[in-house]
């Protein structure tokens, strides 16, 4: 079976500029999480979603914002890029919130 | 908001020698789980611990969580340089919260 799988696998940004990741989970996984990990630190916790429904959010501005598909597919669009939204975007999938979760390899993204 | 602390955040080691990284928090886990991840890779999740003073073994691996539930370590017996990567440790609420990791380098 196909693990989680994220597009683009990088992406080169300027600033003011807006961007959509995509990822696709675990088939038969329900939930979907996003991460932002800058270089050098663990993954930070942007949003969870389950069955559609926003189940959690990080401590990220407003300029963040996503959303989960009838096929649990899920995209993570950011508004108004900063030179600081350059990161490793990770996204993963588990069948339930709290179950483990298993990550794709990340779109990397670099805002010029 | 919670914080897990993880140290060192480096470890240069000679292979076949032990490596121990450990993961602290000021309040309660909720059950932890690890990940490695490999430079220029993502995370991969290695072991999930749920019970007080488990311990858990994945051959030269060691995961034990603390009896007060508020840390937890990953020991590797005579590492191997595939072993080399960043070792995370996260309380997994629902959501992961991730310690800041420790990066092990294996000199061959």
């Known amino acids: 079976d196909a693990g989680v799988t994220q597009s683009p696998t990088h992406l080169i940004k300027t600033r003011g500029q807006q961007v959509t990741l995509r990822c696709s989970p675990i088939?038969?996984?329900?939930?979907v999480s996003w991460y932002q990990q800058v270089l050098g630190q663990g993954p930070q916790f942007i949003f969870q979603?389950?069955?559609?429904?926003?189940?959690g959010r990080g401590n990220f501005p407003d300029r963040f914002s996503a959303r989960q598909f009838p096929n649990y597919s899920s995209e993570l669009n950011v508004n108004a890029l900063l030179l600081g939204d350059s990161a490793l975007y990770l996204c993963a999938s588990s069948g339930s919130p709290g179950e483990t979760q298993y990550f794709g390899p990340g779109t990397r993204l670099l805002v010029l | 908001g919670q914080q897990v602390m993880q140290i060192p955040q480096y470890q240069h080691v000679q292979e076949g020698e032990d490596f121990t990284t450990y993961c602290n928090s000021s309040?309660?886990?909720?059950?932890i789980q690890w990940y490695k991840q490999r430079p220029g890779g993502h995370p991969v999740f290695l072991i999930q611990l749920v019970k007080s003073g488990e311990v858990k073994k994945q051959k030269r691996l060691t995961f034990q969580f603390g009896e007060a539930k508020k840390n937890s370590s990953l020991h590797i017996t005579a590492t191997q340089t595939t072993d080399v990567g960043t070792y995370f440790c996260a309380d997994n609420t629902g959501k992961l919260i991730f310690g800041q990791g420790t990066t092990l380098q294996v000199k061959p």
């Open positions: 309040t309660t886990l909720s059950n």
């Open positions: 979603y389950y069955e559609k429904e926003e189940r």
């Open positions: 088939s038969g996984h329900k939930s």
